[in-house]
């Protein structure tokens, strides 16, 4: 019902910034919480960020904390991931998730639908 396209994911050098964008579409977004999470080969799906259905609360994880910034547009039915005093460890492929409910955010069990990812390089 409802599909997640993510974009803006490149090769930067670190201490950079980059911004990422999620686009939904199909069902209304606004309904959704919003949030990003990356992966790494070999590594668990780990959690990023997330919002609420009107931006009034964001949750983050410790590791980009006073580095990243979450944020939406319902008019354009997209949420944004803000990126900045990039590091190598943040390369990762960035994926983009909406769910109805806003708990346990900081886990994948509250999100049913999810985009196919973006990559961040962050070269050393």
């Known amino acids: 019902q409802v599909q997640l396209v993510e974009s803006g994911g490149r090769l930067v050098q670190a201490g950079g910034s980059l911004r990422l964008s999620c686009v939904a579409s199909?069902?209304?977004?606004?309904?959704?919480?919003g949030a990003w999470f990356r992966q790494v080969p070999g590594k668990e799906r780990e959690f990023v960020a997330a919002?609420?259905?009107?931006?009034?609360?964001?949750a983050y994880a410790d590791s980009v904390k006073g580095r990243f910034t979450i944020s939406r547009d319902n008019r354009k039915n997209t949420v944004y991931l803000q990126m900045n005093s990039l590091e190598p460890d943040d390369t990762a492929v960035y994926l983009c998730?909406?769910?109805?409910?806003?708990?346990?955010?900081?886990?994948?069990?509250?999100?049913?639908?999810w985009g196919q990812g973006t990559q961040v390089t962050v070269s050393s």
């Open positions: 998730a909406a769910g109805s409910i806003w708990v346990k955010v900081t886990t994948t069990d509250p999100y049913d639908y």
């Open positions: 919002i609420d259905w009107n931006g009034g609360s964001t």
């Open positions: 199909g069902d209304s977004f606004s309904m959704y919480a």
